[in-house]
């Protein structure tokens, strides 16, 4: 089965929790990662014991005795399941045997879809979700969670994709047009270029559809080295994500792609 063999190619074991000790590594494990403040922790013990107890989805990856990676996750509305946390050691495809894991324990249980959000600033996240998953961005969301206080997300504002993994869709692989637009790009020192926005197509003559056109919106190379070296330019690629790629899926437009280049490929009719 696919999320076996994907776990094998990690050399890990990906399984349930459910013991107090369990979800104490998970703790231990998030906070590795993330090194939260006390007040922005993932995913407390209680919650997962909860979660767990409620019929939700809490799994590890396991690399013999070793907790290397982890999911919190609940069901939501329209046979769904949202995953609210996702952390493992980077690099040894960890992260693809637990959604490998996850997807079929939404199916065993007729769930059709798996959410989750992400930052869409992380260029290595948005290629994994949009190229190796399948996901699509369906909403931009400015300034989710508010403010954040980890190592990773601090003084930052939190603007996040909500993606949506739609099980029965296999809608992987990079996508690079050869006619489209640079919205936005990264200059020779690591900060945002923005264009202009586009002015809108001309009126049409009723019964005439108008033609799609595509956008590019690229990404930082590393935002989180860029916050930590040069945090006004990681700002200023804030609010210019926030007005390319937010402001084109405010319009309709419709995130359909990754280039293998860093860039979100938007459609707009």
């Known amino acids: 089965m696919e999320h076996e063999e994907a776990a094998a190619r990690a050399g890990v074991v990906v399984r349930e929790l459910c013991e107090i000790g369990e979800f104490e590594q998970v703790y231990r494990l998030f906070d590795e990662i993330w090194r939260p403040g006390p007040t922005n922790v993932p995913a407390t013990v209680e919650l997962m014991v909860e979660f767990a107890h409620t019929g ?9 005795d070793e907790l290397v990676g982890a999911s919190v996750g609940f069901r939501a509305a ?12 980077v690099g040894r495809g960890i992260g693809y045997a637990l959604k490998a894991h996850q997807k079929w324990w939404c199916l065993e249980r007729g769930l059709e879809r798996i959410t989750w959000t992400f930052d869409p600033l992380v ?39 909500m993606a949506v993994w739609h099980l029965d869709e296999d809608t992987g692989a990079d996508h690079d047009p050869r006619e489209a637009t640079v919205r936005l790009w990264e200059g020779p020192n690591g ?22 056109r595509t956008l590019l919106v690229g ?21 210019a994500m926030r007005e390319a790629l937010g402001g084109a899926m405010a319009a309709g437009g419709l995130v359909v792609g990754f280039t293998t280049r860093g860039e ?6």
């Open 219 to 239: 990404t930082p190379s590393d935002i989180e080295r860029l916050r930590r070296d040069n945090a006004y330019a990681a700002r200023a690629w804030r609010r």
């Open 56 to 64: 939700n989805y809490v799994a590890g990856a396991y690399a013999g």
């Open 191 to 212: 900060e945002p270029v923005l264009e202009p926005d586009i002015s809108p197509q001309p009126a049409l003559e009723p019964g005439i559809s108008p033609q799609s």
């Open 123 to 161: 260029r290595r996240n948005a290629y994994f979700n949009l190229v190796k998953l399948g996901a699509r961005p369906e909403e931009y969301l400015p300034d989710f969670y508010g403010v954040m206080a980890d190592a990773i997300n601090e003084g930052d504002e939190s603007d996040r994709l």
């Open 264 to 269: 979100y490929v938007v459609s707009i009719t």
């Open 78 to 89: 329209g046979r769904a399941l949202h995953s609210h946390v996702t952390g493992a050691v």
